[in-house]
């Protein structure tokens, strides 16, 4: 690949700026942010839609034409839907459409009846329209769109200075006429006329443009198939365009990216690993699906970011802290999981999101090393295991869709263990099978599963019933002793005990489990196969081990502790504690004790976030000698630490003088 020349309007600019080693934590503090906002798109969303059984008919194209009313918040459109047959019994189209008012229904044998129960527009075809036979209706409506806010599902939102869709995953309705799931892809022209100055843009590459009166149209086409909740446009006077190129084996794209001049610079910062990531992904999975086509970013304020196909939208002022490569590659990764392979059913969303946190470890493997790889997916496991909702459930079907603890940062690690059970080799042909074999249409889990095995040679129901199907983690306690057996021989005696309740379905796991045992400076790695609530394991040696290592690689999402071979599994786990030295000034010596890994969090008097670390277990000393994420300089007054684990926490307040 060679790496195009990003400019603006024309004006060439150059950006030089590199990043070092990952440092998951700065990035991955906005999580919090990020769960806070999923916890509030959740509220519009808990409730979704049961498979349509009657579903008799295929979108093969929808045209979209949209006049926006700034002044009344208002549209006046049109769309023509054409639809196949594949029921010999289709005599209705049943579409959907929420809050709009629908003016008439025509095809070419002219005015249709329609019905609007609930959100729904069934359409009266007048005949039975043959299995494989296709048919054409335009629908004319008008109105205000119902907006959810811009927060994720919003639908339409129309402002002084901008307008915006934001769909998953059920808001498309909420502005044009569809089959509003996404197992039904289409291809789709936007024809959007915005007052005149506004600037648009939307899925797949520009066809026209054109001033008529007071009025501009543009006009956008999607020849790749689409998912109604990835179909967007935006439209702005603020709008500025900055233009790079992605050539890879013959292959030249546009990366089109619009943001108002302010942010220019910003994303010429924050964007410019993007064509790194496009080719990373395309040698590791397949090249990029919609290479005849575009990418791109545009300027938004949804709650985070948003993969529309081949146009992900983006908050440039969400606080993704100072490297954005991870949301970048996440939202950049969309374009082959969720995009290109669509989830059949939102039950499935594991293929979404799941994929997506995986790639954000991926790529950060690619750009700074093994090493990083794994310092990432400890932080994602560890988030997973914060995260994890009580009572716990199963990232298939989850409580909700958009759950942190479940849906991303579990469905990452789900990628992370399978990797390390069939081999790279095998991970990565799956992958590439996967996407090979459903391009372009929907999948849903079992076709995964069933892909993995015929790739791997291997039975995997066991490992997918326990991490998809069913919910929780394993909590492990385990204790090794080693006695010699005279003439140089030894045996290490392995106990594994695993602690966690089994209420709420959470099951007993079976996994191959890495264990080290450490001679000097070398680590030779056993693998045993756990699948009891009790175990026992023994390793002959011709050498007394320094140490015994519990899954040194951390491929496993759980929580472990060791205990005393001479204590067993009845010892009890420390409780919590802070003790300070010093209290009232910096910088402050902290020792903590907790039973398990943790956060260690300060705040200042009005409950602003300071300062974070992450506590492994056990007993600990750190110093905070008055840093915080702003960067400002410490005054005095009343502070807070605390301390929070899965099942624990523990808040102390300070007086600092200065």
């Not at 293929?351 to 954000?360: D, K, P, Q, S, T």
């Amino acid at each position: 690949m060679r790496r195009g020349v990003m400019f603006l309007l024309g004006v060439f600019l150059l950006s030089s700026k590199g990043f070092g080693t990952v440092t998951p934590f700065p990035e991955r503090d906005v999580l919090e942010r990020w769960k806070r906002l999923t916890e509030v798109k959740l509220e519009r969303l808990r409730h979704l839609p049961p498979p349509d059984t009657l579903h008799q008919f295929d979108v093969i194209d929808y045209e979209l034409h949209l006049t926006v009313d700034v002044e009344g918040d208002s549209i006046w459109a049109s769309n023509r839907v054409i639809f196949c047959s594949f029921s010999d019994t289709l005599s209705h189209l049943k579409l959907h459409l929420a809050g709009l008012t629908v003016d008439s229904v025509v095809s070419s044998s002219g005015l249709l009846d329609f019905d609007r129960p609930d959100t729904n527009l069934i359409i009266d075809l007048g005949e039975t329209l043959p299995e494989g036979d296709t048919d054409t209706v335009v629908i004319y409506y008008h109105g205000i769109p119902e907006s959810g806010g811009g927060v994720f599902g919003g639908g339409l939102t129309i402002g002084d200075d901008l307008i915006y869709a934001d769909n998953e995953p059920c808001g498309a309705k909420r502005w044009f006429p569809c089959y509003d799931n996404p197992a039904d892809k289409a291809t789709m022209t936007q024809v959007i006329a915005v007052p005149a100055g506004f600037r648009a843009v939307a899925n797949g590459l520009p066809v026209d443009s054109a001033l008529v009166g007071d009025w501009w149209e543009f006009t956008w086409r999607e020849n790749y198939p689409i998912a109604t909740y990835l179909v967007v446009f935006a439209a702005s006077p603020e709008f500025i365009t900055l233009v790079d190129t992605f050539e890879y084996e013959g292959h030249v794209m546009p990366i089109l990216t619009y943001v108002p001049y302010s942010d220019s610079l910003l994303a010429l910062e924050k964007f410019d690993h993007l064509n790194d990531m496009i080719a990373y992904f395309s040698d590791t999975f397949g090249l990029y699906p919609f290479i005849e086509e575009k990418y791109g970013h545009v300027d938004a304020p949804i709650g985070g970011a948003m993969e529309n196909q081949t146009n992900t939208f983006i908050n440039m002022n969400a606080g993704w802290g100072d490297d954005w490569d991870w949301v970048v590659a996440h939202e950049l990764s969309h374009q082959w999981w969720g995009d290109c392979v669509t989830l059949g059913d939102w039950r499935d969303i594991w293929l979404n999101e799941g994929f997506a946190v995986y790639c954000e470890a991926l790529y950060m493997e690619h750009r700074d090393g093994v090493e990083a790889y794994h310092e990432y997916m400890n932080y994602v496991m560890y988030f997973a295991i914060m995260y994890e909702p009580y009572p716990p459930y199963a990232i298939y079907n989850p409580e909700d869709l958009f759950s942190f603890g479940v849906t991303y940062e579990k469905g990452g690690s789900v990628h992370h263990m399978l990797r390390h059970v069939v081999g790279d080799t095998a991970y990565f042909e799956i992958m590439k099978t996967y996407l090979a074999t459903y391009a372009y249409k929907d999948a849903v889990i079992p076709d995964f599963i069933e892909i993995a095995e015929n790739i791997s040679g291997m039975d995997l129901g066991w490992f997918f019933d326990e991490w998809i199907y069913e919910p929780g983690h394993p909590e492990y306690q385990f204790y090794w002793s080693c006695d010699s057996l005279g003439n140089d021989s030894f045996v290490v005696n392995l106990h594994v005990d695993q602690v966690q309740p089994h209420s709420n379905g959470v099951p007993t796991y079976r996994m191959p489990i890495d264990i080290g045992i450490v001679n000097g400076g070398d680590t030779l790695i056993y693998v045993v196969w756990d699948s009891l609530d009790s175990q026992d394991f023994e390793f002959r040696l011709s050498y007394r081990p320094d140490d015994l290592l519990f899954d040194p690689g951390n491929w496993i999402l759980k929580e472990v502790q060791e205990l005393g071979a001479e204590e067993g599994s009845h010892v009890p786990r420390p409780m919590a504690r802070i003790r300070v030295k010093s209290p009232s000034r910096l910088p402050l010596l902290i020792t903590l004790t907790t039973p398990s890994s943790a956060i260690l969090s300060i705040y200042d008097g009005r409950g602003s976030l300071l300062w974070k670390r992450f506590l492994n277990g056990g007993d600990e000393t750190v110093i905070w000698r008055g840093e915080s994420f702003s960067r400002r300089a410490v005054s005095s007054g009343v502070y807070f630490i605390e301390i929070e684990g899965r099942d624990f926490k523990l808040r102390r307040k300070l007086l600092i003088v200065r």
